[in-house]
């Protein structure tokens, strides 16, 4: 414990550590970034592709546009309130341990992980079942791309992403990595199409 005799709460070691995959090795950042990537998946595909299905079945519902808006909103409050509770749980675990950026936080990494994912959300819950039949490794491909990007780009840390890490406590932990999966974003919102289009064939 640090000087400053400060706990932190259970459920901020629970989020900070990405719900304990920042304690495994090697490279705990890479962990991180795949319990990001398996708690994003569960959501597509627990809570998206039962809504996509249902539209497709009811194509003629006046109530369909605002439906998938809400949908869309919920996306973004998601991330939202997952960097929120980042920045939280990483300020408790650095005033208790008087540690500026220890590699077990991995919630900053779940943060860049749903940001950098963003534009598979509707493809992919669309391909849910496609994972079962032939040739359905091909619709991993996708996510492997956004998984890898977001990595490159969480350890070369291009300008501004090193700089932001200057912030304060939680704030400078998440940011960056924030930062690395907006980077992220359009490129895999580029050359996922090309990877949809060579798995539906």
């Known amino acids: 414990m640090s000087e400053s005799g400060t706990k932190a709460p259970r459920w901020a070691w629970w989020v900070a550590t990405g719900l304990g995959s920042g304690w495994l090795h090697p490279a705990p950042g890479t962990w991180g970034s795949l319990a990001g990537l398996g708690t994003w998946c569960i959501f597509t595909f627990t809570v998206t592709t039962p809504f996509v299905s249902w539209a497709m079945a009811h194509g003629q519902n006046p109530w369909l546009p605002c439906l998938g808006g809400a949908m869309e909103l919920l996306f973004l409050v998601l991330i939202g309130l997952l960097t929120w509770l980042s920045v939280r749980a990483s300020d408790h675990v650095v005033m208790e341990t008087g540690t500026k950026d220890p590699g077990y936080i991995v919630a900053d990494e779940w943060v860049?992980?749903?940001?950098?994912?963003?534009?598979?959300?509707?493809?992919?819950?669309?391909?849910?079942?496609?994972?079962?039949?032939?040739?359905?490794?091909?619709w991993c491909l996708p996510l492997l791309l956004a998984f890898l990007v977001f990595r490159i780009l969480d350890i070369w840390k291009p300008w501004p992403v090193h700089q932001i890490q200057d912030l304060p406590a939680g704030q400078g932990i998440v940011a960056d990595d924030l930062v690395a999966g907006l980077y992220g974003l359009p490129i895999?919102?580029?050359?996922?199409?090309?990877?949809?289009?060579?798995?539906g064939r």
């Not at 940001?115 to 959300?121: A, F």
């Not at 992919?124 to 040739?135: D, E, H, L, T, Y």
């Open 112 to 138: 860049g992980m749903w940001v950098t994912l963003w534009p598979l959300r509707w493809t992919m819950a669309q391909s849910a079942f496609r994972f079962v039949g032939p040739g359905g490794w091909r």
């Open 188 to 199: 895999v919102a580029m050359l996922a199409p090309w990877l949809f289009a060579w798995a």
